[in-house]
């Protein structure tokens, strides 16, 4: 085995996020050129020193101009990022908003939850290009898939959420012969994770196309069904959810935090979307037969950022600098 290498299981791999990516960038690069060559404005919002954040900050850049999208970063105070995105939403040369979270993490807003949450309601939903408002989170746990009655135009959904379900289908885990919405009937999933920004519309996501979805906070186990949350039984522990579970979703924000591979069943799924790496993949992939992982989604999340800026760009063109959408009316 080559230095570097890595010892591989029976039919185990290791999926790169550039592959997924790929398809979604040249359909993107493609629908630009259909423009123009000229496509919709993305602005983000840095109002922080977090390491990660400007990190996503960059690839966001790279990404926007290898596929010919136009963005521009502006940092700003905290204090005065509410008043920035406010402004933002009634620019018509923006088409698109994101803000590189955290911002005040946990702090408390006057307005209920949390000061981040507020401010990702502050997004007009005609601009929210990461579909983390109210309007679009609604809709996600509603299951609603389009903004209009006439169901012409769907809904954005959050970035790193549906990166994880485009690795799922790139890995064929979805089952393309049922109909939409019924494509993970039968298979069982764990998210470690239950943030309002991943692991929550996750097991929503997989829970809305049919799954049965354990999700796992730091202090509880919760049950995902389609329209339904409820505690998991006494019975149940996270590593009697892992062992039974087709697709494992890791999202700890911690770098101590490690899954123990050997819980891991034989041909799952494992995708970490944490920042740090949530399970030896050294160990896994060597010792876990017929496992596929995903170590990171960065690259799939900004190819739906941009994915969401097209569709937000088709929906709302008309629209985009009026205000709260013009005379556009969301359902």
């Known amino acids: 085995m080559a230095e570097g290498q890595l010892e591989l299981a029976p039919g185990a791999r290791k999926v790169l996020a550039d592959e997924v990516a790929a398809p979604f960038r040249a359909e993107i690069r493609e629908a630009v050129s259909k423009l123009g060559g000229k496509g919709p404005k993305l602005v983000g919002f840095l109002a922080q020193s977090d390491p990660a954040a400007r990190k996503y900050a960059e690839w ?13 970063l502006r940092e700003v105070e905290e ?36 000061h981040d949450d507020y401010l ?7 601009k929210d290009a990461e579909g983390l408002g109210h309007y ?6 509603k299951n609603r898939r389009f903004v209009d009655a006439a169901a012409s135009k769907k809904c954005c959904l959050p970035c790193t959420p549906l990166a994880v379900v485009k690795c799922l289908e790139h890995l064929q885990v979805y089952d393309q012969h049922l109909p939409e919405g019924e494509r993970m009937t039968g298979k069982t999933a764990v998210v ?9 519309p996750v097991a929503a996501l997989l829970a809305n196309d049919g799954a049965k979805v354990y999700s796992v906070d730091i202090d509880s186990l ?61 160990l896994l992939l060597a010792t876990r037969p017929g496992v596929r992982y995903v170590g990171q989604v960065g690259k799939v999340t900004v190819a739906m950022l941009e994915r969401n800026l ?8 008309d629209e985009v600098g009026k205000g709260e959408g013009g005379h556009f009316n969301l359902v």
């Open 120 to 126: 990702r309601d502050t997004v007009s939903p005609f």
């Open 60 to 72: 966001t850049a790279k990404a926007f101009a290898a596929d010919n999208l136009n963005f521009e």
């Open 310 to 317: 097209l569709r937000l760009y088709a929906n709302f063109q």
């Open 79 to 114: 204090g005065l990022l509410e008043e920035a995105l406010e402004k933002a939403n009634c620019e018509p040369e923006v088409h698109g908003i994101m803000i590189y979270y955290p911002v005040f993490g946990q702090r408390p807003s006057f307005h209920g939850g949390s």
């Open 222 to 282: 919760h049950i995902f069904t389609r329209g339904r949350l409820v505690p998991a039984t006494d019975g149940n522990s996270v590593e009697a959810a892992v062992r039974q579970s087709d697709i494992v979703i890791l999202g700890v924000p911690s770098e101590k935090y490690k899954l123990d591979p050997t819980w891991v069943k034989e041909g799952a799924v494992v995708i970490n979307v944490a920042s740090h790496k949530n399970v030896d993949e050294k």
């Open 136 to 141: 679009y989170r609604r809709a996600l746990y």
């Open 192 to 200: 470690i994770n239950r943030s309002e920004v991943v692991g929550r």
